[in-house]
């Protein structure tokens, strides 16, 4: 069954102003300049610029969902922010740009953007094509289904039926791979294949849990069933062998998680659905 964390609003209107103080000042070394970073790297263009060009999802609660404002919000927009701000950017000038699963290695290859922060599992075959900073999260694959269906419990319950995920997805290559005995429905996004779960045309979606706990926390109809069944470390992607911006990333990421700012961030978003979690250890390979 469904659990719902309920959460002070004093708590997440702590974090938000949190968030804003360290927004404000650059993060925790004040506005960043052109100068503080070596010379023709990414850092020095971006800050030079003063903007940056970031690729998260639009379509999922609770990480990355478009606001009523247009501009999208969540766990991986705030931690966007929080590396713009280590680069001077403010959150006004941050470019945002959707990058649904199948485009997310092509928009970082051409130029589209400059990273990607969208529930983007770090594995060896995209190390082929990008780099990854992080990871700044672990999720794991789970299954989504109507809290009506009592015949998938589990992921040992998923053979013969139809499972909705998103094409190009790692938990599409997890599906086939290792659960042959299901029916894979691919779509082009999550948000996609609410709809079809509800008027039975698929018995579930399968995808990292927290993306489903989003949606199980706007659909009073459905809701996650069973373990997680992989680990999926959540990493920043950004152009192939650069070294110097990744390790920078990876520098911001490690100092959010010890100075409060990544806990702040979770709690004004995934938070209000999900407990506070310890933040990951940074793979630097």
């Known amino acids: 069954?469904?659990?719902?964390?309920?959460?002070?609003?004093?708590?997440?209107?702590?974090?938000?102003?949190?968030?804003?103080a360290c927004a404000s000042n650059g993060g925790s070394g004040g506005p960043a300049d052109?100068?503080?970073?070596?010379?023709?790297?990414?850092?020095?263009?971006?800050a030079d610029a003063g903007s940056i060009k970031i690729g998260t999802k639009f379509d999922q609660p609770l990480f990355g969902l478009v606001g009523p404002n247009g501009i999208p919000e969540g766990f991986d927009v705030e931690i966007g922010k929080l590396i713009a701000a280590e680069l001077g950017i403010a959150e006004?000038?941050?470019?945002?740009?959707?990058?649904?699963s199948a485009v997310r290695e092509d928009a970082i290859a051409n130029g589209s953007v400059d990273i990607v922060v969208a529930t983007y599992t770090i594995n060896d075959t995209r190390k082929e094509t990008i780099s990854f900073a992080g990871p700044y999260y672990v999720a794991g694959q789970s299954l989504?289904?109507?809290?009506?269906?009592?015949?998938?419990?589990?992921?040992d319950d998923i053979g013969g039926k139809k499972i909705c995920t998103v094409s190009g997805s790692t938990p599409e290559q997890n599906l086939l791979e290792n659960y042959p005995d299901a029916e894979v429905?691919?779509?082009s996004a999550y948000s996609d294949c609410i709809e079809p779960l509800r008027n039975n045309q698929v018995d579930a979606i399968s995808t990292d849990n927290v993306i489903l706990a989003g949606f199980a926390d706007q659909y009073d109809d459905l809701e996650v069933r069973g373990e997680q069944f992989t680990d999926e470390p959540y990493g920043i992607g950004l152009a192939k062998d650069d070294t110097d911006f990744r390790n920078f990333i990876n520098d911001v990421l490690e100092q959010i998680f010890e100075d409060g700012r990544w806990a702040a961030a979770w709690e004004a978003t995934a938070g209000t659905v999900l407990p506070t979690p310890e933040p990951p250890t940074v793979d630097r390979y």
């Open 144 to 155: 989504l289904t109507l809290t009506t269906n009592t015949d998938i419990n589990g992921v």
């Open 185 to 187: 429905v691919p779509f």
């Open 1 to 20: 069954m469904r659990k719902r964390q309920a959460r002070p609003l004093a708590l997440t209107a702590v974090a938000l102003l949190a968030l804003g």
């Open 34 to 46: 052109p100068g503080d970073f070596p010379e023709d790297s990414t850092m020095a263009r971006l």
């Open 92 to 100: 006004g000038d941050i470019e945002w740009s959707e990058t649904v």
